[in-house]
């Protein structure tokens, strides 16, 4: 009996090609798009959840008002916070703080900048990252032992074993290898391929203890047993504590944060960290069950439709004997092993795509065959999907008389046209909401790429200093000039791209208690800054330390600062810290430029110091643009080597990395584009076997009115005008939940656009047009077929 | 063989009934070879249709091989035709998706009959038809005839007591037709019982007997 039903499964699959070809494909994009997605969510959930210690693991967090009043939330802590928490509260049974550096790190002729951390002895002991060689308890003891992931020890020393061999760092102090750590796995949110300990950073110089100096993560490791709660209220006025009495007097609270919510609820709101990276995950999950209900609806609209044909099949079988459990065996199981079917070929499709797709989502996500979620998951899919779709042949015709089958008489029962209208009606819903995102979005990057950020983004390179920089900058900046390389040169504190640090509790002439809590972004530069940069200048001059020697302590602020200090008169102004006696004067007003992100409306105030505060670690070259960027290129590199030969210039273009700024919002945009044609594309195939049958299960009708004398394009105008009218319909239901999800959407940006109406017009213009091609190619064959023909066969 | 007695089958049409059978009394003994005829729309597929169980009736008894028929449940009734009867149709409503092998093979698979002894038994089948040669084909490649004779096999395949078919001849030329009528004539020589509706007087005179139906009534016996 079973070999009888696959046969007649396949011929009927293989006699209906173009049918079967759009139901099982459709279906199978369905599939493979939900699994792309589910595999994405897999890895974002799973995120540091694989630490054998995970419930017991929290991130430390800081809470305090800004000068608005508004409370905020952040994971950066002071360095002594840790050794403080492990001295003074027994609960504490581990702590570590991370701190990510890149340093030069060389072993033989190999010279290689690598990203590596600064962590506790504890770190090991705190997560679960498996070491290839070595004992997590000893490995990190000592000023300059070290511990490779397996990657950098294979590119350091190639096969040979790694532990005992010396590698330089930063072409200063040797560290002994004393441990080989696995490759960090996808789903983890370290970055790192090398750890130092942190009594190196002790050695450095770079270890401090004030407890206002918010610089490093801090991970607790709770006793087992230990309350959260409990250990939080202990904790929550440790910095207050430690500051009451002094100056600079801290009213900043902190808290705990588990590790399992670590990487999705890292937003926060109003001091909670309430949302961030789950609303995208949530969001995925979403659009991810609308593509399986779609392909699903699809899957069903297709299969019912073509039931029907088979509704003599089912008579026929009755007629010789077939009891109903046998047909509804028979109908149930073909449209599962058509989902399966299309299954195996998601699969395929999903292999074949996933890496182009890992390369959208920066990930490295793979199928693991050996997950039971996922093989539970797919089996429940594929049961759920084949039962659906096959439920209506299989108890409704298997119901029928098998005389009324016979003789047509249940095609009358045109009963189900609706709910499937009512389908095509949902998908095409979806569709036109994803259109519409997806020009909403586009324009939003757009709009953010379009805006002036201020400064003179072409032909302006920046580059870390390392080795020996600092010590030749004098006479790097002055052959970078006289060679005509550069046209300008400056030190300064950060890349002109990146936002590095801030700085809140100044005081100066006239201002009040609530100015000290006014956050101003820190930059820095020794002279040339406004010339390199090609920022405009409002007032006053440029920083510049070799032509006025008290400049060490000069500070440029930009126009936001001054609005936000409502200083009337800048220029001379002397501004200092809180409790501090270092003065420092304003020479000059610099136009707003943009260091955050484009989409932020409101220009952060921002100071940019003389050499006197910061250690600078950035040299910005203004390149001539006389010469070939190539060849300006080369120069800078040249000089860069013949004074610091130990390492390899690496240079940034600023409209590089300024173009990263987008790179979020633009995989957002590629995304959504992604799915709205694959939405599209699903509810196409279905509008088109839901034409077909339509037009089929009409075809009298169609007859009998060209035999009175009606004409093709009257007919195809009957035909599709139904569905026109369902994408009308769609239109009606999409437009207002596109406008709530974008607004929502457009809410996260403060530099925004507005949503007009041109772009739901269009996006309901594009599916008329999607919705009439796909309907009209079947309303015209109908029309034109022979009425002698179609109505004989009735 | 089977014995039906004040049959009445009808349709409501607002509040209007239209009868369908009316009053409809006949015993059909083993053996026979029954024509029914009459005009269209006089009820004669719908006799042949309630006879095959195929199709409910609003009144009467029906006694099929000494089974109340109007007493059995859905189930019973179609294990009942299932094991005693075959049907042959004008249209021969034959599997189109299936090889002719197949099509006579299909009612053995519902009496779950071993597929071993199903294939002794389709190559009996083809072997008496004279159709081995054409097992592997479709419906759609065969004539009219041809596609009529393996609906007469299948119809066979599972040994019924009762033929039934509804114009069988209806769809085919003269010559073609002519050959099914001799084929039936042969099974009932064999001693099959069949009962044809027909709308051919020629036809009709195959059978031993013929029954006239007007407007759901018999008008001789």
Known sequence: MFRNYLKITFRGLWKNKVFSAINISGLAIGMSSALLIFLWMQNEWSMDRFHKNEKRIYLMYNRDKDSRGETWAWPNTPKILASTLKKDYPEVEDVTRFNNITFLLSAGEKKLNKRGAFVDSGFLNIFSFPLLEGSPKNILKGSYSMVLTEKLAKALFGNEDAVG??????????????????DLPGNTQFDFEYLLPWDYMHKLGWDDENWDNNSVKTYVLLKQGASASEFDSKIKDITINHTKGSPAASTTEVFTQPLSRAYLYAKSGNGKLVGGQIVTVRLFGIIAAFILLIACINFMNLSTARSEKRAKEVGIRKVVGAQKYSLVFQFLGESILISVLAFVIA????????????????????????NPLLWTFSLLFILFTGALAGSYPAFYLSAFRPVKVLKGAFKKANA?????????????????????STIIVARQINYGAERQSGYNQNNLVYLFTQGDV???????????????????????????????????GFQWKGSTKADEKIDFLRMGSDAGFVKTMGLKLVEGRDIDIYNYPTDSNAILLNEAA????????????????????????VVGVIHDFIIESPFQKEISPMIVFGPGLDYFQVVHIRLNPEKPASAAIAGVQEIFKKYNPMYPPEYVFADESYAKKFKESERTGTLAALFAGLTIFISCMGLFGLATYMAESRIKEIGV???????????????????????????????????????????????????????????GIISLIIAMVTVSFQAIRAAIANPVKSLRTE | MLELKGIYKWVNTGNHRTFLLKDVDLSVKAGEFISIMGPSGSGKSTLLNVIGMLDEFNEGEYNFLNEPVHKLKEKQRSALYKQYIGFVFQAYHLIDELTVYENIETPLIYQNIKSSDRKAIVADMLDRFQIV????????????????????????????????????????????????????????HEGMTIIQVTHSEKNAAYGSHIINLLDGMIQNN
């Open chain 1, 165 to 182: 061999k010396i590698v330089r760092v930063d072409s200063v102090n040797n560290c002994t290898v004393t441990g080989v750590l696995k």
């Open chain 1, 347 to 370: 699969l395929f499709i999903v292999q074949i795509s996933l890496g182009s797709f890992n390369q959208l989502v920066g990930k490295q996500l793979s199928i693991d065959y050996t």
């Open chain 1, 416 to 436: 189900l046209i609706t709910p499937r209208k009512a389908l095509v009606t949902v998908q095409f819903t979806f569709a036109i909401i994803l259109i519409i």
């Open chain 1, 470 to 504: 600092d010590k030749h900058y004098q006479a790097i900046k002055n052959e970078l000039l006289s060679s005509g390389v550069a046209l300008s040169v400056t030190h300064s504190a950060n890349p002109i791209t990146q936002r590095w640090g801030d700085s809140w």
């Open chain 1, 562 to 585: 001054v609005r936000a200090m409502h200083v009337k008169d800048p220029i001379g102004l002397t501004m200092h810290y809180t409790g501090d006696t270092n003065m420092f004067h």
């Open chain 1, 705 to 763: 009115r060209k035999v009175l004398g009606a004409s093709v394009i009257g007919i195809t105008s009957l035909l599709s005008r139904d569905f026109l009218k369902l994408v009308l319909v769609s239109f009606v239901i999409a437009a207002p939940i596109a406008w709530w999800a974008m607004s929502k959407w457009l809410d996260s940006y403060t530099y925004r656009i507005q949503m007009e109406w041109w772009v739901f017009l269009f996006a």
């Open chain 2, 133 to 188: 040669g054409k097992k592997d084909l479709f419906p759609t490649q065969l004539s009219g005839g041809q596609q009529q004779l393996v609906g007469i096999a299948r119809a066979l395949i599972a040994n019924p007591k009762l033929l039934l078919a509804d114009e069988p001849t209806g769809n085919l030329n003269s010559k073609q037709g002519e050959e099914i009528m001799n084929l039936f004539k042969q099974l009932n």
